[in-house]
C-alpha cells in the first residue's frame, strides 16, 4: 500500500506531536494510517461507510 496517493486529513492537528492520520482513496476502499508511524498498518474501510462517515463530520 506504499504505492497509494495518500493524503493528510485536513482535521489532522500540526507541530510535533500531531495526531495525524493519512487517507487514500481505492477503487471500492479507503485505506487509513498513522502518518508518524505509516509501517504500523493500514485500516481499509468500504467505500459506501467511508463516504457516510466522512459526511457527519460536517
Do not use: H, I, Y
Not at 2 to 13: C, E, I, M, Q
Not at 33 to 52: H, M, Y
Amino acid at each position: 500500500m506504499d504505492s497509494l496517493d495518500w493524503r493528510k486529513s485536513s482535521r489532522s492537528t500540526s507541530g510535533s506531536d500531531a495526531g495525524c492520520v493519512e487517507v487514500a482513496q481505492l477503487p471500492r476502499l479507503a485505506a487509513v494510517r498513522d502518518s508518524k508511524n505509516p509501517e504500523a498498518g493500514v485500516l481499509t474501510f468500504p467505500a459506501a461507510p467511508w463516504a457516510t462517515f466522512l459526511a457527519a463530520l460536517d
